[in-house]
């Protein structure tokens, strides 16, 4: 049988622009012992650790952990693109789980550069090669950034069949400001109005700038422990994990819709085995970080995962169920779209937040009485990593 994986603690650092933050190394380092004093734990008695960063040399995850202690541990990198930090939690609490370990470490970080994301080398396959196909063959290809233009394809290919208002997703972009005003490791936390948000510069149909997420520098940590180990340290009834799961491209990614080639079909696939893994529905969830990167797809994802019912996001939306007196509150701590997405901590990120959630320790952005969470994170390439949390 499985062991019980918890949460025993967490960390982050506030989110920076580009050519604004610390390096790399000392960020995650920060992290790390922010995470491991919230753990009340020392270094020395993590057995392995886990790290996620997507641009960076090969060994980044050793110089950032060579930061805090040189104990010899295993140190594994990882790279799974904007669900990195995820994937890395997924491994750690795997060890957690098969008895490998008793206690393992977790960090993700990013120090990105200014500007849209774009191919690093060009002399050899591109992995998204088949994804940019699609985009070609379904809607063509402009001068707009790459991200964008699959994203708000999948908006435009959502509003073509449901007919939703253009203000629809930048009400998504209000909401996440709001949320994020609350939130001191957020990048942009100053409000803004819907008429702002719309008025602002054209990415890409419907895409505004305010409606996309900034590139952004950062790092978050999480501390894992099994049961036995929680119990001897004493912890006051820790956040678990109840279940992950894992999807990557499936065929109809690659058919011909936008929508199913920006992970429609992975996150539906993802959400539906978790609930049957943990017994936990959509229905029950109280609180989701879910991957934001653009409105169009938190639009998308609440129908994927469940929230509401297919061609219902809109009402989901304009009624308020996506927020604070809604049915679930979605992105308190203001998502990618105002927290910021390093890619690798982005994952890492989103537990810390659910973590303090459960613990009740969100102060303003408390979700009140939150008990149970679900995490959403989703890198194109792909992978859908889905998590399910409880406190005892």
């Known amino acids: 049988m499985a062991k019980k994986v918890n949460v025993l603690g967490v960390g982050m650092v506030p989110f920076a622009k580009p050519g604004k933050s610390d390096p790399y190394n000392v960020m995650a380092a920060a992290a790390i012992r922010s995470a491991l004093a919230d753990a009340g734990v020392g270094f020395e008695q993590v057995e392995q650790a886990f790290t996620g960063y997507v641009f960076g040399d090969s060994t980044c995850g050793q110089r950032t952990v060579y930061e805090v202690g040189l104990t ?8 799974n693109n904007c669900s990195t930090g995820s994937a890395a939690l997924m491994l750690g609490a795997q060890a957690i789980a098969g008895g490998v370990a008793e206690c393992v470490l977790v960090v993700g970080f990013e120090q990105m550069e200014k500007g849209a994301l774009g191919s690093k080398y060009t002399d050899r396959t591109n992995p998204l090669d088949q994804h940019v196909q699609v985009m070609s063959d379904v809607q063509g290809i402009n001068n707009a950034p790459f991200a964008a233009q699959m994203f708000g394809g999948a908006g435009r290919e959502y509003q073509w069949r449901h007919g939703t208002k253009r203000d629809t997703f930048g009400r998504i972009a209000e909401k996440a400001r709001k949320h994020a005003s609350k939130n001191p490791f957020a990048l942009f936390n ?78 539906a696939e993802a959400a539906h085995a978790l609930y049957e893994k943990t017994g936990v529905g959509p229905q029950d969830v109280d609180v989701v970080e879910l991957h934001d990167c653009f409105t169009t797809n938190e639009l998308l994802t609440y129908e994927a995962i469940g929230l509401c019912k297919e061609g219902g ?19 308190p701590s203001g998502g990618l779209l105002s927290k910021g997405h390093p890619l690798g901590a982005t994952g890492l990120a989103q537990c810390a937040e659910l973590v303090w959630q459960l613990r009740g320790e969100a102060q303003q952005r408390q979700v009140e009485g939150a008990r149970i969470a679900l995490q959403h994170n989703l890198g194109l390439g792909g992978a859908c990593v889905m998590t399910m949390y409880q406190r005892s």
């Open 313 to 331: 996001a809109e009402e989901f939306i304009r009624s308020g169920d996506n927020t604070y007196g809604g049915r679930v509150v979605t992105n």
């Open 190 to 267: 100053q409000p803004l109005s819907l008429d702002e948000i719309m008025g602002s510069p054209m990415v890409f149909d419907p895409l505004t700038r305010f409606q996309c997420c900034p590139p952004t520098c950062g790092a978050a940590a999480a501390v894992l422990c099994s049961d036995e180990l929680a119990q001897k340290l004493g912890a006051n009834n820790p956040v678990f994990i109840v279940g992950q799961t894992m999807k990557t491209d499936l065929a109809s990614s690659f058919e011909d819709s936008m929508i199913k080639m920006c992970g429609y079909d992975m996150a």
């Open 72 to 79: 010899g541990i295993p140190v594994f990198n990882t790279n």
